[in-house]
């Protein structure tokens, strides 16, 4: 496969592992997670240079889609690998997305999931390769965005797009990472899908911890309605302040002053 041109200022996937490393701006879950799902897109980017499809960033962006399902099912399964049959299913639905765009029928999705999955060739000397995430982390962070990005999208419920009772605790995780993560990429879909996380949250029993990390990791005026979770898991109200300055200040009195 040829190597893949660099449009007219973008960075290599080096330069963006240097800035990684180097950068001192990359100081909450959101700007990790951000970074890693946008250097993943560069590499798969790269990767598939040879395919040649209109606006190739919507492909990709269906096909991180298709893996990000996945990643939230097998994560409320307390699951890493595909059983083959999964594995079919996930190339299948791969293979799908690429001939919707106007791929051509010889592209092996295995060229892409070879890059956003682990494959591992069996040792007993079969033609056997088994597909993993490479850790829980990286996992939680495709469904995180795959939980967004369809949240964006005003014409799922929160209901089916999780498939799972928000009870799961692997899915309260992955839900306590949305609600900052939506107020930041969508703040608009983040007040008109705010009573549907509201009700799932609930259901989650979230404590009061939990509650308060979400409230510091929001934009500063979605801070009050985040806030309302605690009426959830305490019996005093919290009080949330907004200065002009708008940065937040937690107090241990159970106060949340913005200021």
């Known amino acids: 496969m040829a190597a893949a041109s660099e449009a007219p200022g973008s960075a290599t996937t080096e330069e963006m592992i240097t800035d990684f490393q180097t950068h001192d701006r990359w100081k909450s879950f959101e700007d990790v997670?951000?970074?890693?799902s946008k250097l993943s897109?560069?590499?798969v980017e790269r990767t598939l240079s040879d395919i040649h499809v209109p606006d190739k960033d919507v492909l990709i962006d269906d096909?991180?889609?298709v893996v990000g399902q996945w990643a939230l099912k097998l994560l409320c399964c307390n699951q890493l690998t595909f059983t083959d049959d999964e594995l079919l299913c996930l190339k299948r639905q791969c293979r799908d997305r690429m001939k919707a765009h106007g791929a051509s029928v010889g592209v092996d999705t295995t060229v892409f999931l070879n890059v956003v999955l682990r494959a591992k060739r069996?040792?007993?000397g079969s033609n056997r390769t088994t597909?993993?995430?490479p850790h829980w982390s990286?996992?939680?962070i495709m469904a995180i965005s795959y939980v967004v990005g369809r949240i964006i999208d005003p014409d799922s419920t929160l209901a089916n797009i999780l498939e799972v009772p928000p009870t799961n605790f692997r899915l309260?995780?992955?839900l306590l990472n949305v609600?900052?993560?939506l107020s930041t990429r969508s703040p608009c879909s983040f007040l008109q899908r705010w009573g549907e996380l509201k009700e799932a949250l609930r259901h989650a029993r979230v404590t009061a911890a939990y509650v308060r990390d979400c409230v510091l990791r929001c934009r500063p005026d979605h801070a009050g309605k985040v806030a309302e979770l605690a009426v959830l898991v305490v019996n005093e109200v919290w009080r949330v302040e907004k200065s002009e300055h708008q940065s937040i200040e937690l107090k241990l009195t159970g106060d949340i002053h913005l200021s």
């Open 122 to 124: 069996s040792e007993c």
């Open 33 to 36: 997670s951000s970074y890693i």
């Open 138 to 140: 990286p996992q939680a």
């Open 63 to 65: 096909l991180f889609m």
């Open 172 to 174: 309260r995780e992955v």
């Open 179 to 181: 609600v900052p993560a």
């Open 131 to 133: 597909y993993s995430f």
């Open 41 to 43: 897109k560069n590499t």
